[in-house]
């Protein structure tokens, strides 16, 4: 009897001991897919949360500013300082002008249709020129910003398309007011209106119509006032009674703005006199 009962208990045991073993294994193979299963995982995340840091950089700072020049373009206002240049052939291209973008006008953008040089412009005169419609002016630009705007006269509009280095149509080289002066073909006349300053030594004054004309000042150049440019609303009229001014007044008061008759020759105020 206690044989049979030692037998029992011995083939119990062995029993007990093989489902230990087996729930063993099982748990194992469990725990190592899991681990499996969780590696996987990680690293998926973690190259999803990697993948964006290469493209993070926005396409517009990679890319360069164009440099070149489109002849034959058509120059319209996109917002303060940026523009665009329509090239027939070549689509659009955005630039941006700086305080030493070059603007000369020929009739549009300032200046007089008429004259034989081109007038130098300022940056407020193209927005405002752009802003009512589209220029035809050719643009140099580098890095994307516009170093010399050139707009064309009437007989220059061309509708061929453009080019970086495209000839255009213009007839010969074109004279700025500066090289007109010099090579003597200057504007000359007697102008009355309002006085405007652009740059050093170089104005602005407009006829009863509004259309300016750049002039030149020089040495020579008598400037005479009335109490506008500078002396008193008290002196007398003819060129003797007035205060003759400098040409550091004449600049500080065309700044403000001022009416006078301004006599040119060549390009250049003989004589400037304020309308006080």
């Given at each position: 009897?206690?044989?049979?009962?030692?037998?029992?208990?011995?083939?119990?045991?062995?029993?007990?001991?093989?489902?230990?073993?087996?729930?063993?294994?099982?748990?194992?193979?469990?725990?190592?897919?899991?681990?499996?299963?969780?590696?996987?995982?990680?690293?998926?995340?973690?190259?999803?949360?990697?993948?964006?840091?290469?493209?993070?950089?926005?396409?517009?700072?990679?890319?360069?500013?164009?440099?070149?020049?489109?002849?034959?373009?058509?120059?319209?206002?996109?917002?303060?300082?940026?523009?665009?240049?329509?090239?027939?052939?070549k689509g659009d291209q955005q630039f941006l002008v700086a305080d030493d973008t070059e603007v000369y006008g020929a009739g549009t953008i300032c200046g007089e249709a008429g004259s034989k040089v081109d007038a130098p412009c300022t940056l407020?005169?193209?927005?405002?020129?752009?802003?009512?419609?589209?220029?035809?002016?050719?643009?140099?630009?580098?890095?994307?910003?516009?170093?010399?705007?050139?707009?064309?006269?009437?007989?220059?509009?061309?509708?061929?398309?453009?080019?970086?280095?495209?000839?255009?149509?213009?007839?010969?080289?074109?004279?700025?007011?500066?090289?007109?002066?010099?090579?003597?073909?200057?504007?000359?006349?007697?102008?009355?209106?309002?006085?405007?300053?652009?740059?050093?030594?170089?104005?602005?004054?407009?006829?009863?119509?509004?259309?300016?004309?750049?002039?030149?000042?020089?040495?020579?150049?008598?400037?005479?006032?009335?109490?506008?440019?500078?002396?008193?609303?008290?002196?007398?009229?003819?060129?003797?009674?007035?205060?003759?001014?400098?040409?550091?007044?004449?600049?500080?008061?065309?700044?403000?703005?001022?009416?006078?008759?301004?006599?040119?020759?060549?390009?250049?105020?003989?004589?400037?006199?304020?309308?006080?």
């Amino acid at each position: 009897m206690n044989r049979h009962l030692r037998k029992a208990v011995v083939a119990t045991a062995a029993i007990t001991a093989g489902l230990l073993m087996t729930a063993c294994q099982n748990g194992t193979d469990d725990s190592s897919s899991g681990k499996s299963t969780t590696g996987a995982a990680a690293v998926a995340e973690k190259a999803s949360d990697s993948k964006p840091a290469s493209d993070s950089k926005p396409v517009s700072e990679k890319a360069k500013g164009v440099s070149g020049t489109f002849k034959n373009g058509e120059v319209s206002y996109l917002a303060p300082g940026k523009y665009i240049v329509s090239v027939p052939g070549k689509g659009d291209q955005q630039f941006l002008v700086a305080d030493d973008t070059e603007v000369y006008g020929a009739g549009t953008i300032c200046g007089e249709a008429g004259s034989k040089v081109d007038a130098p412009c300022t940056l407020d005169q193209l927005e405002a020129a752009a802003k009512k419609n589209a220029v035809g002016a050719d643009v140099k630009m580098k890095n994307g910003i516009a170093t010399l705007v050139t707009e064309r006269r009437a007989a220059q509009q061309n509708t061929g398309s453009g080019s970086d280095t495209g000839s255009g149509s213009d007839s010969g080289p074109r004279d700025t007011v500066v090289e007109g002066v010099n090579k003597g073909k200057g504007v000359s006349g007697t102008w009355f209106g309002n006085v405007s300053y652009l740059a050093p030594g170089k104005y602005t004054v407009s006829d009863m119509k509004g259309v300016e004309q750049q002039f030149l000042v020089a040495e020579d150049t008598e400037i005479w006032g009335y109490g506008d440019i500078c002396g008193d609303t008290n002196t007398g009229e003819g060129g003797q009674g007035g205060i003759e001014c400098t040409e550091a007044e004449l600049e500080q008061a065309a700044k403000k703005g001022f009416t006078a008759e301004v006599v040119i020759g060549n390009g250049i105020a003989t004589t400037i006199r304020d309308d006080h």
